[in-house]
């Protein structure tokens, strides 16, 4: 009974801890770019592909999706949505896809992190 009760007490404190900061990167102010005193800086962006898997699928001619994603001041990428379709859902997603994998260093406005939101272009271009 001892055992269940410390399990329990475990797995209580790690959803309510994820939980907290879930909320709390919820309750974060979001900057726009203008806003902050320093700019994120992205220090990895992976590439969307306009090519499927085996590359059976593809985009034709030439596109750009536009993607805004927020930038949590914890590291974290937080909210993305898709502004601007590039004509072709294959490579929408897969921009998507690659935002949600970004890499950055934090806004500072008053000398301290924040969260900001940008926008984020990815293009291809296919002979």
């Given at each position: 009974?001892?055992?269940?009760?410390?399990?329990?007490?475990?797995?209580?404190?790690?959803?309510?801890?994820?939980?907290?900061?879930?909320?709390?990167?919820?309750?974060?102010?979001?900057?726009?770019?203008?806003?902050v005193d320093e700019k994120p800086v992205v220090t990895k962006?992976?590439?969307?592909?306009?090519?499927?898997?085996?590359?059976?699928?593809?985009?034709?001619?030439?596109?750009?999706?536009?993607?805004?994603?927020?930038?949590?001041?914890?590291?974290?990428?937080?909210?993305?949505?898709?502004?601007?379709?590039?004509?072709?859902?294959?490579?929408?997603?897969?921009?998507?896809?690659?935002?949600?994998?970004?890499?950055?260093?934090?806004?500072?406005?008053?000398?301290?992190?924040?969260?900001?939101?940008?926008?984020m272009e990815y293009s291809y271009f296919?002979?």
């Amino acid at each position: 009974m001892k055992k269940i009760s410390i399990i329990f007490s475990i797995l209580f404190s790690i959803i309510f801890l994820g939980v907290a900061a879930n909320a709390q990167e919820q309750e974060d102010t979001i900057y726009k770019m203008s806003e902050v005193d320093e700019k994120p800086v992205v220090t990895k962006k992976p590439k969307a592909r306009a090519v499927g898997k085996g590359g059976r699928e593809h985009c034709e001619g030439e596109g750009k999706a536009r993607v805004r994603v927020i930038l949590h001041k914890s590291g974290r990428v937080g909210e993305i949505a898709l502004v601007k379709s590039s004509g072709c859902s294959l490579f929408d997603n897969s921009a998507l896809d690659a935002a949600k994998k970004i890499e950055f260093k934090p806004g500072k406005k008053d000398g301290k992190d924040v969260s900001v939101v940008v926008v984020m272009e990815y293009s291809y271009f296919i002979i």
